[in-house]
């Protein structure tokens, strides 16, 4: 009996390993976002669970949609608008690349 509940425990933590690490990669892409609020906001998952025993999920939902809310309301407006520009201008830059290539062979 106490193997099975080692194994339960065992899929749980991996489970909520998971959880967090698609929640630091969708969290990472989100316009504006460095490091250190990738840090942050994962210390503060962190914490939450262990101070309630919450697994991730029951607690903030769908590890995406949590990262665009903890994205917003960690990185001021200005940032994130910022980076937006910056990631368009290098979309469209790419794109014209990739055109002159494709027409010079």
């Not at 425990?9 to 990472?28: C, I, N, P, S």
């Not at 989100?30 to 919450?54: I, N, S, Y």
């Not at 590890?63 to 809310?69: E, F, G, K, L």
């Not at 994130?80 to 201008?89: L, Q, Y």
Request: neutral net charge; aromatic residues 4%; proline residues 4%.
């Amino acid at each position: 009996m106490a193997n099975r509940d080692q194994t339960t425990e065992a899929a749980g933590e991996e489970d909520r390993e998971k959880w967090t690490a698609r929640f630091q990669v969708r969290l990472a892409m989100q316009p504006g976002v460095d490091r250190t609020v990738v840090l942050r906001a994962v210390k503060e998952v962190t914490a939450h669970c262990a101070d309630t025993g919450e697994h991730p999920r029951t607690a903030f939902g769908d590890p995406d949609a949590y990262a665009v809310q903890t994205a917003t309301r960690l990185v001021p407006a200005d940032r994130a608008a910022d980076a937006r520009r910056h990631n368009t201008v290098v979309d469209t830059f790419s794109s014209v690349l990739k055109r002159i290539r494709d027409v010079t062979g």
